[in-house]
C-alpha cells in the first residue's frame, strides 16, 4: 500500500511513527530517555548522509538494522540444547540446521552458542567459501583449528604440527624449528590419516570439556570438507562432540553435492535435521516492535509480513528501507530491498564497498586496502559508513565480511562486466604478489578463483593448475581434479597453453585422469580416458597409449561394465611391441594384475614376460603387485601361499613400497579367512587398513581391508565390531565394485539380526546383479544374499527363482570358497519348499565342487544334511553341527544346531532336541540374531520345551495329536468328526488351535510340520 508522492516528499512522517501511529517527533521513537542523540552501536539513524532525500525521512529517527531479540525459535532451541546434552553424556551428536537464505540460521546459533560457552562448553565456529567446488579445501576446518591454536599454542597439537601443516601452513613452518623431525615427512602423512588426527584433536578437546564445533554454509563446501564432516559423523564419532552444520535450502537445486550427502548423514546414528520455517504474522511485529522500540500498527504488520512472507532477514530490510504504508518508493524486487541501504551510503563508501564484493563475503583489511588504492583515512571513512549502516561488521582479527552474504551477493551483482573482471584482477594480482594478505594455504585457490572471475585466460590457466597442485598437497583430490578440469577447458582458449603450462594437452589431461582414479570418480575417470584415447598417437607413443588402455579395461571392471578384456588386451599388444625399459616393465605387470582375475593362465604368460624384463633391467619392486596377484588366484595352496605372501610383503616394505605392501595384507587376510584362521585374519586386515591410511589409499586398495576385517569379525561372532567396521567403509563412499564385498556383507548381517534397514542396503547391493559384468567372486555371494533376504521374507516363489539362477552361474565350480554358500543356501531352498529338481541340481554341483577348508568343509557336510531324506538326516545333521563347530563360526552353527534340533525331535530324541535348542538361543542371544532366537523359541514350543530348553509339557492334547493325525492324512472335519465321534464345529475348534500352537498359516503346513518334529508318533520317554 503506497500513499500519494506529495506525501513522501513533504510530510512524510517518521518510519517509526508510520509503523506504531504515534505522532511525528524529533526525538527517536523509544529512545526518549536517551540524552545523547548519537546512535549507539548497532543502531543507525534512517536518512542519513545520501538518505534523506531518496526516502524523505526525518534524519533523527533511529531504528535498528538487526533486530536483538530471538523470535519464534523455541522448538528448534530446545532441540539443540538437548542435542548437547547428549553430547555432554557422551553420545556423538550431529544436527543440520536447514533454511532458506535470510531465515536466521547464524542468528539461532549465535544465540545458542552463547548459551553453550556460558555453561562451559567450548564453541568453535568455521564457515565455508563461496569459491565453488574447487575452492579452498576444509577452508571451515582450518578456520576452527587455528582458533585453538591462537588459545591454546602448537602444543595442542600433541607433536604433529606437520601433519596438519596441510589445513594450517603456519604449523608447517613452525615444525620446521623443531629440534627432532617427525619419523613421518609432511608429504608423506595422508588424507586418511589427517582425518584421524582431527577427529584425535577434537576427542582431546572434549575429553577438557563438550565441544560444540559449527560449519556455516555448507551448501558452499567442497568435497574434502564434506567427506571430513562424513568420517566424524560415520566414523570417527569422537565422544562430547556436537557437530553443527547450516545450509541454505533454496540452494539444493537437483545436481547439488550437498543433496546425497544430507541423505548419507540422514542415516548415521545421532544425526537429526532441524528446519527453519519462515516466522508467522505474530513473529514478524515482534520483530518490528523490538527495531522500531514501539509496537507497530496492525496495517503495517500486515503489510510487512505479507511483503516478506516471515523472512527475518527481508523483514529487518524491509524496515529500514521506507515505510511500507506512507511511502511510494519501496523496493519492489529482493534485489532493490538489499541494495536500498547501499544506496544510502556515501558515493566514497558505496565504491568501496562493491570493490570488496569482488573479494568474497568475508575480506581482509590489508588486502581491500591494496586493492582499492585509497588513502588510508578515507578507506576507514568509506568502511565506518559501512559498519554503521549494518552493512558490513568486524571481527575480532581487524577484518570484516557482510553482514549477510545476501547483501554481497546483491553488491556483486550489480558490476559492470568491466568492473568486474577489474575488480577481480586487481584480487589476483594483489595476492599473486603478497600471499599473506589472505589466511595461509589460501592464496593459490583465492588466486585461481580470481583470475578466472576476470576471465583472464592465460593467468586463469596457469593459477587453476598451480591451485591443483595445492589441493592435492592437502589430500583435495577431488578438488584437485576439478582444477585441472577447468585448466583443460582454458587450454583451446590459451594459444601458448603448452609452453606456459610446461606439457602437452595429453599430459595434463593423464594428470586429471589420475587425479579421478585416486578421488574415486571412476566414472569421470573412464570419460577422460576416452578423451585420451582420441587424442594420443597410438605409433608415436604405443606405451602412452597402452597405459590409458590398461586404466579405462580396470576401471571398466569397477564400474561393472565389461570384464576390461577388450581394453586390456589391446594395452598388451601395444606394450609388448612398445619400447624395451622400465616403464614397458611397469607397465606389463600392471596389465598381468588386471588380468588375473578374468584370466589367469594368460596373466600368468604376461607377467612372465614382464620377469624377463626386469631381470635384465633389475627392475624387481615393479613385479611385486604382480607376483601377489597371481599367488591368490586360481588353483592355489593356501599354507604355502601364505609364505611366499610374506616374502613379498617384506620385499615390498623393504623397497618402500607401500600400496604393494597394502596389497599383500589384503590378501594375507583373506587366505588366512579361507583357512579358517579367522582372529588372524581380522587383525592382520586391522594393521593393513592403518597402513592403508596412512598412504592415502584407503578408497581403492585398502577398502578391500575393512571388509576383509568386517568378514573375519563376522566369522568369530563379533558382530558389533563388524556393524562398526561396515559403517566405516559406508563412510568412505566406495566408487564401483570396490564398495560391494562390505555392503553384501553389511546386508546379510542385518538380515540375520532382522535390522530394520535390512531390506535397503540388501536392495543397494542386489542392484549390482543389473550390472552388465560382476567380477564371480563378487556375483556368487550376491546370489547366495538374494537367496537368503528372499527366504526371510517367506517368499518360496522368489528363493527358488533366485536359487536356480544361483546354481546356473557358470563361475560357481570354479570357485568353491564362494560356491559353497550359494548350494548351502540353495539347498536350504529346496528343503524348505519341497523342490526335487533343485535338489538334484545343488547334489550334482556339490560331488564335483572341492571342499579344502574348515568353512567349506562345514558347507559341504550341510549340504548333504539339508537333502538328506528319512534316518539319513539326524547322522547327517550331526555331523554339520560337528563341522561348524570345527570352523568355529558361531552363527551357522546356530542354525545347524536347529535343524539337528528337528531331526532329533522326530527321532525323539528329546534331551539332544532339549541342548541343541538351548545352545542356539545362547548363540542368537549373544549375537543379537533376534531371527535365530524366535525360531529357537517356537521349536521348543512345538515340540513341547520350556522357555529354556528343557523338556516341559507337550504342546498338543491328547486328543489335539488325534486331530493332527487325521489332519495329516487328509481328512475334511467332517470326517474328523465322523472318525472321533464328534461336532464338525469341535473338529473345527480343535484345527484352529493346533494351527495356532504350530505357528503355521493352514492344515496342510501344519501336517508338513508335524511330520518332519515327529509330532505323530507318541512321545517317548526322555534319555
Request: glycine share 8%; charged share 25%.
Amino acid at each position: 500500500m503506497t500513499a500519494p508522492s506529495a506525501t513522501a516528499t513533504s510530510t512524510a512522517p517518521s518510519m517509526a511513527a508510520a509503523f506504531t501511529g504515534a505522532a511525528p517527533s524529533t526525538a527517536p521513537v523509544g529512545l526518549a530517555a536517551r540524552p545523547d542523540p548519537t546512535p549507539s552501536p548497532g543502531h543507525r539513524p534512517i536518512g542519513g548522509a545520501g538518505g534523506a532525500g531518496r526516502h524523505g525521512m526525518l534524519e533523527h529517527v533511529t531504528v535498528r538494522a538487526a533486530s536483538s531479540v530471538l523470535v519464534g525459535r523455541h522448538r528448534e532451541t530446545v532441540a539443540l540444547r538437548d542435542a548437547l546434552g547428549r553430547a555432554r553424556a557422551g553420545e556423538p551428536t550431529t544436527v543440520l540446521v536447514g533454511g532458506e537464505a535470510g531465515v536466521g540460521k547464524t542468528r539461532l546459533l549465535e544465540e545458542f552458542a552463547g548459551w553453550a560457552t556460558d555453561g562451559a562448553a567450548r564453541v568453535l565456529v568455521g564457515q565455508c567459501l563461496e569459491l565453488g567446488e574447487a575452492g579452498l579445501p576444509f577452508a571451515p576446518f582450518a578456520a576452527a583449528l587455528r582458533a585453538v591454536l591462537r588459545a591454546d599454542g602448537p602444543e595442542v597439537f600433541a607433536g604433529y604440527e606437520a601433519e596438519f601443516a596441510p589445513l594450517l601452513p603456519e604449523l608447517g613452518r613452525a615444525s620446521a624449528a623443531l629440534t627432532t623431525p617427525r619419523a613421518v615427512p609432511l608429504s608423506d602423512a595422508p588424507r586418511g590419516y589427517l582425518f584421524d588426527l582431527v577427529a584425535e584433536l577434537f576427542q582431546r578437546l572434549a575429553d577438557a570439556r563438550p565441544l560444540v564445533l559449527i560449519i556455516e554454509d555448507l551448501h558452499w563446501a567442497d568435497r574434502s570438507t564434506r567427506d571430513l564432516i562424513g568420517f566424524l559423523v560415520r566414523a570417527a564419532r569422537p565422544g562430547r562432540l556436537l557437530l553443527v552444520c547450516t545450509y541454505r535450502t533454496d540452494e539444493l537445486q537437483r545436481g547439488h553435492p550437498l543433496r546425497p550427502f544430507l541423505a548419507e548423514l540422514d542415516r548415521a546414528r545421532g544425526v537429526e535435521r532441524v528446519e527453519l520455517a519462515r516466522l508467522d504474522r505474530d513473529g514478524t511485529a515482534a520483530i518490528l516492535a523490538d527495531l522500531l522500540g514501539a509496537e507497530p500498527l496492525a496495517r503495517a504488520v500486515d503489510d510487512v509480513h505479507d511483503r516478506t512472507q516471515g523472512n527475518p532477514f527481508f523483514i529487518e530490510e524491509l524496515a529500514v528501507a521506507g515505510d511500507p504504508i506512507g511511502c511510494a518508493a519501496l523496493p519492489e524486487t529482493l534485489r532493490d530491498l538489499l541494495l536500498a541501504r547501499v544506496d544510502r551510503l556515501p558515493e566514497p563508501a558505496q565504491r568501496v564497498l562493491r570493490i570488496a564484493a569482488a573479494g568474497g563475503t568475508r575480506f581482509a583489511h590489508d588486502l581491500l586496502a591494496e586493492v582499492a588504492g585509497l588513502p588510508e583515512t578515507e578507506l576507514e571513512d568509506a568502511l565506518r559508513a559501512a559498519v554503521a549502516a549494518q552493512l558490513v561488521v568486524a571481527d575480532r582479527d581487524g577484518d570484516y565480511e557482510f553482514r549477510h552474504a545476501l547483501v554481497r551477493e546483491a553488491v556483486h551483482d550489480e558490476l559492470l562486466p568491466g568492473e568486474h573482471a577489474r575488480l577481480h584482477a586487481r584480487f589476483a594480482a594483489a595476492i599473486e604478489a603478497q600471499p599473506h594478505l589472505v589466511a595461509a594455504g589460501r592464496a593459490p585457490a583465492e588466486i585461481a578463483h580470481h583470475w578466472h572471475a576476470a576471465h583472464d585466460h592465460p593467468r586463469a590457466l596457469v593459477a587453476a593448475r598451480a591451485a591443483a597442485c595445492a589441493a592435492a598437497d592437502r589430500y583435495a583430490y577431488a578438488e584437485q581434479r576439478r582444477l585441472l578440469e577447468r585448466a583443460l577447458e582454458l587450454w583451446e582458449l590459451v594459444p601458448d597453453a603448452a609452453d606456459l603450462l610446461g606439457m602437452d594437452h595429453l599430459a595434463l589431461l593423464e594428470q586429471t585422469l589420475d587425479a579421478a582414479v585416486t578421488a574415486g570418480d571412476f566414472s569421470r575417470a573412464i570419460t577422460l580416458t576416452r578423451a585420451g584415447l582420441a587424442e594420443v598417437d597410438v605409433d608415436a607413443a604405443p606405451l602412452r597409449a597402452a597405459r590409458l588402455l590398461d586404466q579405462r579395461g580396470r576401471l571398466m571392471a569397477l564400474l561393472g561394465k565389461s570384464d576390461g578384456s577388450r581394453e586390456l588386451d589391446e594395452a598388451y599388444r601395444l606394450a609388448a611391441g612398445g619400447p624395451p625399459g622400465a616403464e614397458r616393465v611397469r607397465l606389463l605387470a600392471d596389465i598381468a594384475t588386471h588380468l588375473v582375475k578374468i584370466d589367469p593362465q594368460k596373466a600368468a604368460r604376461v607377467a612372465a614376460e614382464a620377469a624377463t624384463d626386469a631381470e635384465a633391467l633389475g627392475e624387481h619392486v615393479a613385479l611385486l603387485s604382480t607376483r601377489i596377484a597371481l599367488l591368490c588366484h586360481g588353483e592355489r595352496d593356501l599354507t604355502g601361499g601364505l609364505a611366499e605372501l610374506g616374502q613379498a610383503a617384506a620385499a615390498a616394505r623393504a623397497a618402500g613400497d607401500a600400496p604393494t605392501l597394502v596389497l599383500a595384507m589384503v590378501f594375507e587376510s583373506d587366505m588366512l579367512c579361507e583357512l579358517g584362521r579367522y582372529a588372524e585374519s581380522a587383525h592382520a586386515a586391522e594393521a593393513g587398513a592403518v597402513e592403508a591410511r596412512r598412504v592415502g589409499i584407503s578408497r581403492s586398495t585398502g577398502a578391500y581391508l575393512l571388509s576383509n576385517r568386517a568378514e573375519a569379525l563376522i566369522a568369530l561372532g563379533r558382530w558389533d565390531e563388524a556393524e562398526a567396521v561396515c559403517a566405516e567403509a559406508a563412510r568412505i563412499d566406495l566408487s564401483g565394485v570396490t564398495g560391494l564385498h562390505w555392503l553384501q556383507l553389511g546386508a546379510g548381517l542385518r538380515l540375520a539380526r532382522a535390522h530394520p534397514g535390512a531390506d535397503e542396503l540388501v536392495d543397494r547391493a542386489l542392484t549390482f546383479l543389473n550390472r552388465p559384468y560382476l567380477w564371480p567372486n563378487h556375483r556368487l555371494p550376491l546370489h547366495e544374499l538374494a537367496i537368503e533376504a528372499a527366504l526371510a521374507a517367506d517368499d518360496k516363489v522368489e528363493a527358488v527363482r533366485a536359487a536356480r539362477v544361483a546354481v546356473a552361474d557358470e563361475s560357481l565350480p570354479r570357485l568353491p570358497r564362494e560356491g559353497w554358500p550359494v548350494l548351502s543356501a540353495a539347498a536350504r531352498t529346496a528343503a524348505r519348499v519341497g523342490d526335487r529338481e533343485l535338489a538334484v541340481a545343488v547334489a550334482a554341483l556339490a560331488t564335483d565342487l572341492p571342499a579344502r577348508h574348515p568353512a567349506a568343509r562345514a558347507h559341504a557336510a550341510q549340504v548333504t544334511a539339508l537333502l538328506a531324506v528319512g534316518d539319513q538326516a539326524l547322522p547327517a545333521w550331526r555331523a554339520a553341527v560337528d563341522a561348524w563347530r570345527a570352523d568355529g563360526q558361531p552363527y551357522p552353527l546356530g542354525r545347524a544346531l536347529l535343524a539337528l534340533a528337528e531331526a532329533t525331535a522326530a527321532a525323539g530324541e528329546r534331551d539332544e532336541t532339549a541342548a541343541a535348542v538351548t545352545e542356539a538361543t545362547e548363540i542368537g542371544r549373544r549375537l543379537g540374531a533376534t531371527p535365530l532366537v524366535e525360531a529357537a523359541a517356537t521349536l521348543a514350543r512345538r515340540v513341547g520345551l520350556r522357555a529354556g530348553g528343557g523338556a516341559g509339557a507337550d504342546l498338543l492334547t491328547a486328543r489335539e495329536r488325534e486331530v493332527l493325525r487325521l489332519v495329516a492324512e487328509g481328512h475334511s472335519n467332517s470326517r474328523i468328526a465322523d472318525r472321533l465321534f464328534i461336532s464338525p464345529k469341535t473338529a473345527s475348534v480343535h484345527v484352529s488351535r493346533i494351527i495356532a500352537k504350530l505357528g503355521v498359516t493352514n492344515r496342510v503346513e501344519a501336517a508338513a510340520l508335524a511330520h518332519r518334529l515327529g509330532l505323530l508318533t507318541e512321545a517317548a520317554a526322555p534319555r
